[in-house]
């Protein structure tokens, strides 16, 4: 048994040599940073919006240049969508308190509304 500790203690002892002998381990690559690429607008679903029609996105007309995220907060108590008229987005229910964002990287005139009240409309006017 005494000569298995020996061998054991041994390889232990030639490991830490081993560790110490001058390696040293690669700096670490720098991480990445983010890229930006434009400002975030919000608009609001305030209470009671499902009865509030062309009011019910505050600003329910909005304008932003290209490359801007624009974020659309539940305020109601209810779910909300922001649904593109055309071909563009859906963002799906929107509980109360939640959120949704898009970047709108090209230059165009976006009208919305919620799929769910289908009187909620806005426009995202992109420059």
Do not use: K
């Not at 009865?51 to 624009?70: I, Y």
């Not at 209810?78 to 229910?93: F, M, Q, R």
């Not at 970047?103 to 992109?126: E, Q, R």
Request: aromatic share 6%; glycine share 10%; net charge negative.
């Amino acid at each position: 048994m005494s000569s298995l500790r020996l061998v054991l203690l041994s390889a232990i002892a030639v490991a830490a040599a081993a560790c110490g002998s001058g390696y040293s381990s690669p700096s670490p690559s720098p991480s990445p940073v983010p890229v930006t690429t434009g400002s975030t607008t919000p608009i609001t679903i305030p209470t009671g919006a499902s009865t509030l029609g062309n009011r019910a996105f505050s600003p329910d007309a909005l304008d932003v240049t290209a490359g801007t995220a624009v974020t659309w907060t539940n305020t109601d108590s209810v779910e909300h969508t922001s649904t593109s008229d055309g071909t563009g987005w859906n963002s799906g229910a929107i509980p109360p308190r939640g959120q949704f964002s898009r970047t709108f990287p090209d230059a165009g005139t976006f009208s919305y509304h919620c799929s769910i009240h289908p009187g909620m409309v806005g426009t995202v006017t992109v420059h």
